[in-house]
């Protein structure tokens, strides 16, 4: 809630600069886009609420009896511990999606103690907080900057369920151990002021809502009325309605059930026996599933790049939205597993933050229809350029590697998340959300992007091309980035999808749409010296890159061929092997994501992802445990930099996602021909007799399946579809069709 902020765009128009950037590309090859970019004033950053501690009066030390679990059945995280004097202890928590509280309980094998609670943020600014304690409860409430403006309010209370003997003392809350009870329980809500619905124009992009102490009340008073069994049960039933949505069963041939995680990780790290264990693998893929299932949620902000959970005031890279890769790749299993409904947040968040700020983005720096943001965003609406010219200019890469730690400008973000609108919609085949919410998400980018594709004036080959355009967190700026290209394909084929089911009418734009995708240049480019598929147009003397020792983190020249399909399905690339080939020499010149400019564990399952859809099953599966063996760390977090902080959860989603990609091929069928979905085209051995029950599938409906001791499916069954599909093995064979 800043006065006059802007979302990092100019408050005058700057589109007048285009046509001679352009210009300047045409004739040079590269350029920069000084004139356009924007700025990072007041981006602020997710931050941390404040942490609940518990006291118990007399527990000095543990015993050494101390456990900590959390059961990725039901979502419930318990501890259990004995005092230095023998007494036992026993904790559990969890929070609940349908009482939107978390519970706290807290029982002992006796009676308990006097236990202490009170809430507290060291970090914060301590005259903006004000921590109270009343009538059974703890509460905080505080803002983010005192103004003016005012910043965002927030409220948080704990509160006691039942009756219970307490007093107050420095906003410390003590339940007396006078109660004489084995166990108490609290329940704990927070909530903010913040309101995406005004991030627009007509709310003057405050984002400002009512009190938020009212609603927390509320939630509060409802929660506390229920006993804890019905508390939990809605809770549990809630959770399991998606955990148990998938189910994916890998061998355990370490004996690694009931292992301790930490011990699993390091076991893996550091011993042959270790390195490979399924057991751990299938682990690591259902906790992905609940950290999904905990961070995104329908009326909920979406996941970021901590899933929304922050220790700081000031994160890393803001704990905000990048979409170059990380936001996508907290996505990349939900509608295969059954958590497409978890996405609803997302499709709010685009829709009622970027789309509005964005389309002043396309008007002030294109003066262009539809809307378009760059390629790190926030929850209030951050769409104009990055505001550093060292992003966007021709440095020669490796001096630009050496000196800078940031990214180029990329303004294709918002494309590159219409594949996962689309792809929803594939899933679901819910026409009513696609023509309502999904479809005019993906019309406004593509209105955007018709009005900017240009004739090729470099080659004069009759294609259509953006300029200006980078790969992402690649200089330089130049024209037909292959990236770009692909995933302008995709969003022009989604058009012609819309028109073909009467959703979009508007004769002339459809029209226009299918003019540009014919001479469209789609991004396939192989290079004549080494083979690997180009990330850019230009020629390489002109670029600097397209080298074969270029071992950058993204990937973004094979956004086409995973997660996306361009080059995959579009191209039929997933058969053609002049293309796999030539993805092949791509994957291999990048390395395996340990490089000069990283060592993040996002381009580590991103390569693994791409291996298994070329049927690379060494290879695949090298790299998956290259990235949990060099970035997982003892509690299962995934760190960008090897095991150095921060925490970055991409990676935990990008594992499972690799993981998936392993196990089956499912890609659109834009023609409406049988679609052929392949299973397995990348198990290992070391996961023979394992088993996958609810995949979803393209096109509706779901495959339970099983392979042998070789990782060849043999077993297939569809639920739920009756047309259209015929599912094969990775050795071709026809397991089953419709």
Known sequence: MIQNYTGGNPTTAKYEYLAGIQDWVWQ???????????????????????NLSVSIDGVTSFSGQYNRSLDLGNGIHRTGFQDQDGNAFASTVYCSYPDFVCVYELRARNALPSVMVSLENQQADAGLNNFTCEAGRVRVSGLTQAGPPEGMRYEAVVQLVGDGDYSCSNGVLNVSSGRNASSLTFVIAAETNYDQKAGNAESNFSFKGSDPRPKVESVIAAAAAHSNTLLRQRHVDDYKSLANAFI???PDTNNSAGVELSELINRYNTTEAGLGDAYLESLLFHYARHMLISSARPGVLPANLQGKWSQTLEGAWAVDYHGDINLQMNYWIADQTGLGQLQAGLWDYIQDVWVPRGSQTAKLL?????????????VFGHTGMNSDLRWANCIPPLAWRSTIANKPVDMISGVWMMQHVYDHFDYTGNTTWFSTQG???????????????????????????????NSPEQPPTTFGCTHYQQLIHQVLAYVEVAGSLGIETD???????????????????INETWGGIKEFKGPTEITGLDIPNDTHRHLSHLVGWYPGYSIASLLSGYDNSTITDAVDAALTARGNGTG?????????????ACWARLNNTDKADAELRYAIARNFAGNGFSMYSAHDTPFQIDANFGLAGAMLSMLVVDLPAFSGATKTVVLGPAIPTRWGGGSVKGLKLRGGGEVDFKWNVDGLVTEAVLVGRTAGIVVVNRDGEVLVEA
């Open 28 to 50: 040079n090859g590269t350029g920069n886009v000084s004139e356009l970019l924007g700025n990072f004033d007041n981006y602020g950053s997710f931050r941390v609420l404040g």
């Open 248 to 250: 994916l069963e890998l």
């Open 366 to 378: 294109y003066n262009a229809p539809g809307w378009v943001l760059d390629g790190e965003s926030t």
């Open 439 to 469: 479809y005019p998400l993906i019309r406004g980018i593509a209105d955007f992007w018709l009005s900017q594709l240009q004739y090729d004036q470099w080659f004069n080959d009759g294609t259509l091309v953006v300029n200006p355009c």
């Open 507 to 525: 004769a002339a734009f459809l029209a226009n749409a299918s003019s540009a995708l014919s001479n469209l240049d789609t991004g396939l480019h």
């Open 596 to 608: 000069p400019d990283a060592d993040a564990g996002w381009g580590k399952v991103w390569r693994a």
